[in-house]
């Protein structure tokens, strides 16, 4: 069997960031009881379809830390009643910074949570003002300490560019934090302007500039080289990992391999199907409440478009790429010849490189990702 | 029964409220129960009822009894509004022989208004002012009556006062349509003769062309030639306009209506052909219209080349019922096969693209209008030049010219500064200046039609807070320092972007286009030169500069799909791109020209 990743939605937050347009829903206590009871009624329901062994759990919201250990409890033990996996295995969870108590780490590594994924986003105290973060450049001083004295060795820390206000300048001192803090982990994506945040809406009345596209590049490979200086290899698109701490859960994801998605709003995808759940909870619990499956999109991929994807995710990863041994054995035949016209364009452009077992971006070639991925489109 | 028949069309400026009016005739005269009435029943096009404006010509029967007992039949043909409809204007009027001249109570004259006065009192029309709207507070219909005889030379003693929208005066009008327009002459034993003034195409019935009978008749039946083209045919059907279609045996003169004769080729009827009998023809045709020079062209391509096909069909179709519109095969490098089409002015042009784009579904790249240029060669041979890629070489070109006209604008006298200073800028002449009534005043420029082409209209409008009104005639051609610019994309002339700009002005627009451009282009794989030349000189030069990141973020919760949906979004963008050598260019790129700020 190949791996299989599980994966719960946590839609709480505190409150709303600036640029977030994912649903989520105030920390109350009736919506947390609402969201437990359903979230247990959903892991059964498909726990009875597609239980059985998965090779990484990982915990992502919304801020699956505004849950108190006894509500994790309940989740992963729900979870284990169905599906089981080796000790060991990637267990992720999602941490904001202000949770940093060391009783709530140790309450987290009692219940098996093997790697912590902290949302720092910047260093910058004015920026997190800016960007209606709930914690402080302090608060992240304290977790990255008790994390290490709770015991985790796989740590990672999110870092944001590309917002309003911030300097190249900022954001390397941002990521200097993030490394002096011990990790060995760190995802740096650029800020996506998504229309209807509050965001969009001061970007649109004027209050706001983002940053010019040649602005946001400068910080792009700037922060790369200054990151994989520090020892960290760049190995997906917006992912740079010390030796074997690579986000094992993620890997799935890029693989193109199946993953179960529990909670509202969470995608899932297995044997060939992509489903994702109603993002509303009062819609999600009452699907729930009547035993049935609270998906509201359900695509069967066709061969192509599997084909497709794989390519396109697979290009994420800069250092392993499409496996080409591998696309061979799922899809029964060749990536490099099935897609030859777009390969050698690119090749001869410089912006992938071929190698007997694997397609991958180059150097050059990541910047521009989007301009390949799409070219793979069916 | 002749002597019952009354053809008559209504002059009128934009919003003086001719559609009102009609819709008031049909309803006082019952030719439609109220419920099925659509407002403005004769701006039938969803592109006439949007912009307010009459573009096609459009019949209906009235059946009118009138105060002394005699049931009349009154045939009222819409006539557009517009300047660049004055060729639909002269057809309609052919077919008449009287008119209602409306007048807004408040605007008054407008420079359209007096352009189709001019045409009908030129075809011996009989004209009957009415003075529209005269239920608003700030009416002063006795300042516009003053004007009409002031202005027009036109007595006002017929006059009418009317409101369209509260229904005054209604009757009244009825009464003089049948009072002061003549019956129609002509003869029923004559030899046929019908001027045929519209037609359009309709996919169960073949062509249906839109007739006035002059002389003699025709039914159901009857054998039927087309004097253009000689071309027989037998007659399925004839009838009259109720609005809907509504058979009847026989149109005999002086009648308006429709005749069916199974013709299945749009090009086999020419508006302004007549129909005689096939037996017993008459010797001549009747005169057609003037005809009218289309004067500004531009390439029209479909934007998927498979397209092309149907682009060609469906201006076939137009074509049928818009004779002023042609079109030929052309092959531009940049875009592919499409057409190189002409229209009577700008807003034709815009009526001709929406109409492609809306009822053919047509998606189209527009090129940016030009005017027909005059070139003697320096080999003494005479070109008109329609696409400024097929200028000879200027050292082939003796002499160039280009069109003139002569521009009415009647303005609120507190404008006549910014109207002048707008001639000004557009290479205008100053010829004349004269007040209509203490507050109003015409003021009379001569410019090159390229200048008119520019954007002139929204910044008349602009510039008079929309007060200012325009009519303008040709006046000929005009020696003019002439030269072509092109625009080179990475090293490579982009022939679709090419366009002939005064000498004085070439460096000012290569800027102006360069700069434009480079903010349209998107940024790709590499620096893309932008340069605009005038024969090997380059006059100006922008980059943009090659793209250096396009990455999505991370995949949130494994959500492939979104990912997946945004790199479609973004290849279906650079799907809708033309490809001219390495460079993609989005399809406005080529309109660009048009917007370029001096």
């Known amino acids: 069997m190949t791996n299989r990743g599980l994966y719960i939605h946590v839609p709480l937050c505190t409150s709303k960031c600036l640029y977030c347009d994912f649903y989520s829903l105030p920390v109350a206590e009736e919506l947390v009881s609402q969201y437990l009871d359903a979230v247990v009624r959903e892991i059964r329901l498909k726990g009875e379809i597609w239980g059985g062994p998965v090779s990484t759990v990982y915990f992502g919201g919304g801020t699956p830390s505004c849950l108190s250990l006894g509500q994790v409890a309940t989740i992963l033990r729900e979870c284990n009643r169905f599906f089981t996996w080796k000790p060991g295995s990637e267990i992720t969870f999602e941490i904001n910074p202000n949770r940093g108590e060391i009783d709530y780490l140790r309450g987290l590594k009692s219940l098996g949570i093997t790697r912590l994924s902290v949302g720092l986003q910047t260093a910058e105290p004015r920026h997190l003002t800016l960007l209606r973060r709930q914690h402080t450049v302090s608060d992240f001083y304290r977790i990255s300490e008790n994390i290490a004295s709770a015991g985790f060795g796989n740590y990672s820390v999110d870092a944001l560019y590309g917002f309003p206000e911030q300097t190249l300048d900022e954001y390397l001192c941002t990521l200097k934090t993030i490394v002096s803090a011990g990790v060995n982990h760190v995802s740096s994506y650029a800020l996506q302007l998504e229309p209807h945040t509050p965001l969009a809406v001061e970007v649109a009345q004027g209050n706001i500039t983002l940053p010019t596209e040649d602005e946001v590049a400068d910080m792009m490979l700037a922060g790369r080289d200054y990151l994989v200086a520090q020892g960290l290899s760049h190995y997906e698109l917006s992912n740079f990992a010390a030796e074997r701490y690579e986000s094992e859960h993620n890997t799935i994801y890029w693989e193109n391999e199946q993953y179960i998605g529990l909670g509202p709003g969470a995608s899932s995808f297995i044997k060939g199907r992509r489903f994702s759940n109603v993002d509303n909870l009062a819609h999600y619990a009452i699907l729930l409440n009547a035993n049935r499956l609270p998906v509201v999109a359900c695509e069967q991929l066709a061969g192509l478009q599997e084909m497709g994807e794989t390519m396109i995710l697979g290009l994420r990863m800069l250092r392993k790429g499409v496996n080409r041994e591998r696309f061979h054995q799922r899809f029964g035949c060749d990536c490099v010849q099935l897609y030859n016209r777009v390969v050698s364009k690119f090749v001869a452009q410089g912006l992938l490189e071929v190698t007997a077992a694997t397609v991958r971006l180059t150097a050059r070639g990541f910047p521009l990702a989007n301009r390949v991925q799409m070219e793979f489109l069916p | 029964?002749?002597?019952?028949?009354?053809?008559?069309?209504?002059?009128?400026?934009?919003?003086?409220?001719?559609?009102?009016?009609?819709?008031?005739?049909?309803?006082?005269?019952?030719?439609?129960?109220?419920?099925?009435?659509?407002?403005?029943?004769?701006?039938?096009?969803?592109?006439?009822?949007?912009?307010?404006?009459?573009?096609?010509?459009?019949?209906?029967?009235?059946?009118?009894?009138?105060?002394?007992?005699?049931?009349?039949?009154?045939?009222?043909?819409?006539?557009?509004?517009?300047?660049?409809?004055?060729?639909?204007?002269?057809?309609?009027?052919?077919?008449?022989?009287?008119?209602?001249?409306?007048?807004?109570?408040?605007?008054?004259?407008?420079?359209?208004?007096?352009?189709?006065?001019?045409?009908?009192?030129?075809?011996?029309?009989?004209?009957?002012?009415?003075?529209?709207?005269?239920?608003?507070?700030?009416?002063?219909?006795?300042?516009?009556?003053?004007?009409?005889?002031?202005?027009?030379?036109?007595?006002?003693?017929?006059?009418?006062?009317?409101?369209?929208?509260?229904?005054?005066?209604?009757?009244?009008?009825?009464?003089?349509?049948?009072?002061?327009?003549?019956?129609?002459?002509?003869?029923?034993?004559?030899?046929?003769?019908?001027?045929?003034?519209?037609?359009?195409?309709?996919?169960?019935?073949?062509?249906?062309?839109?007739?006035?009978?002059?002389?003699?008749?025709?039914?159901?039946?009857?054998?039927?030639?087309?004097?253009?083209?000689?071309?027989?045919?037998?007659?399925?059907?004839?009838?009259?306009?109720?609005?809907?279609?509504?058979?009847?045996p026989i149109l005999t003169p002086g009648m308006v209506g429709y005749c069916i004769a199974g013709i299945k080729n749009v090009k086999d009827t020419r508006v302004g052909d007549t129909i005689t009998g096939a037996t017993n023809p008459a010797p001549l045709a009747l005169t057609g219209y003037r005809k009218i020079t289309p004067m500004v062209f531009c390439g029209l391509y479909p934007s998927e080349n498979n397209q092309y096909d149907e682009l060609r069909d469906a201006l076939d179709k137009l074509k049928l019922n818009d004779s002023s519109l042609i079109y030929e095969p052309e092959t531009s490098e940049a875009l592919g096969f499409g057409f190189r089409c002409g229209f009577l002015g700008l807003l034709h042009m815009e009526v001709i693209q929406e109409r492609l784009e809306r009822e053919y579904e047509?998606?189209?790249?527009?090129?940016?209008?030009?005017?027909?240029?005059?070139?003697?060669?320096?080999?003494?041979?005479?070109?008109?030049?329609?696409?400024?890629?097929?200028?000879?070489?200027?050292?082939?070109?003796?002499?160039?010219?280009?069109?003139?006209?002569?521009?009415?604008?009647?303005?609120?006298?507190?404008?006549?500064?910014?109207?002048?200073?707008?001639?000004?800028?557009?290479?205008?002449?100053?010829?004349?200046?004269?007040?209509?009534?203490?507050?109003?005043?015409?003021?009379?420029?001569?410019?090159?039609?390229?200048?008119?082409?520019?954007?002139?209209?929204?910044?008349?409008?602009?510039?008079?807070?929309?007060?200012?009104?325009?009519?303008?005639?040709?006046?000929?051609?005009?020696?003019?320092?002439?030269?072509?610019?092109?625009?080179?994309?990475?090293?490579?002339?982009?022939?679709?972007?090419?366009?002939?700009?005064?000498?004085?002005?070439?460096?000012?627009?290569?800027?102006?286009?360069?700069?434009?451009?480079?903010?349209?282009?998107?940024?790709?794989?590499?620096?893309?030169?932008?340069?605009?030349?005038?024969?090997?000189?380059?006059?100006?030069?922008?980059?943009?500069?090659?793209?250096?990141?396009?990455?999505?973020?991370?995949?949130?919760?494994?959500?492939?799909?979104?990912?997946?949906?945004l790199l479609e979004k973004q290849k279906e963008g650079k799907k809708r791109m033309k490809q001219v050598g390495s460079v993609e260019i989005p399809q406005e790129a080529f309109m660009t020209i048009l917007k370029v700020d001096e």
Do not use: W
């Open chain 2, 1 to 248: 029964m002749q002597d019952r028949i009354r053809n008559f069309c209504i002059i009128a400026h934009i919003d003086h409220g001719k559609s009102t009016l009609a819709d008031r005739l049909i309803e006082v005269t019952g030719t439609m129960a109220e419920r099925e009435m659509q407002e403005q029943v004769l701006d039938s096009m969803d592109l006439e009822r949007e912009r307010g404006i009459t573009i096609k010509l459009q019949a209906v029967r009235l059946i009118y009894r009138a105060q002394n007992g005699t049931e009349y039949i009154l045939n009222l043909i819409d006539t557009p509004g517009h300047v660049d409809f004055s060729y639909e204007v002269s057809r309609s009027l052919a077919a008449c022989e009287g008119a209602l001249l409306v007048v807004d109570a408040v605007q008054g004259i407008e420079a359209q208004t007096l352009a189709n006065v001019y045409l009908a009192l030129d075809s011996n029309l009989t004209v009957i002012p009415v003075i529209n709207k005269i239920d608003l507070p700030s009416a002063d219909p006795e300042r516009v009556l003053r004007e009409i005889e002031e202005v027009i030379g036109l007595p006002t003693d017929n006059a009418i006062l009317c409101s369209a929208k509260e229904g005054i005066g209604i009757n009244e009008i009825l009464e003089a349509i049948v009072r002061e327009i003549p019956p129609p002459q002509g003869d029923i034993h004559a030899p046929l003769q019908a001027l045929i003034f519209d037609s359009h195409y309709d996919t169960y019935r073949g062509v249906i062309s839109y007739v006035r009978v002059v002389n003699g008749s025709i039914s159901r039946g009857q054998k039927i030639r087309l004097m253009a083209t000689e071309r027989e045919y037998e007659v399925d059907d004839v009838g009259v306009f109720t609005p809907p279609r509504l058979p009847v």
């Open chain 2, 362 to 565: 047509l998606d189209l790249v527009t090129t940016a209008p030009n005017t027909l240029y005059r070139v003697m060669t320096t080999s003494a041979e005479e070109l008109f030049i329609d696409n400024p890629a097929h200028l000879p070489p200027s050292n082939k070109i003796e002499t160039m010219y280009e069109p003139f006209v002569k521009a009415s604008i009647i303005v609120p006298e507190e404008y006549i500064g910014t109207m002048m200073e707008l001639c000004q800028e557009r290479r205008g002449t100053f010829r004349n200046m004269e007040y209509l009534d203490t507050a109003r005043v015409v003021i009379t420029y001569e410019l090159p039609l390229s200048e008119i082409l520019y954007d002139f209209f929204d910044q008349l409008k602009s510039r008079s807070r929309g007060y200012a009104s325009l009519d303008y005639e040709l006046i000929g051609y005009r020696e003019a320092d002439l030269v072509k610019l092109d625009v080179l994309l990475n090293g490579e002339p982009v022939d679709a972007l090419s366009c002939i700009v005064h000498a004085d002005r070439a460096q000012q627009k290569g800027r102006g286009l360069t700069e434009k451009l480079r903010k349209i282009i998107p940024r790709q794989m590499f620096d893309i030169p932008i340069q605009a030349a005038v024969g090997a000189k380059i006059i100006a030069r922008e980059t943009v500069k090659a793209m250096r990141k396009d990455v999505l973020a991370k995949c949130y919760g494994g959500d492939i799909t979104r990912k997946r949906k």
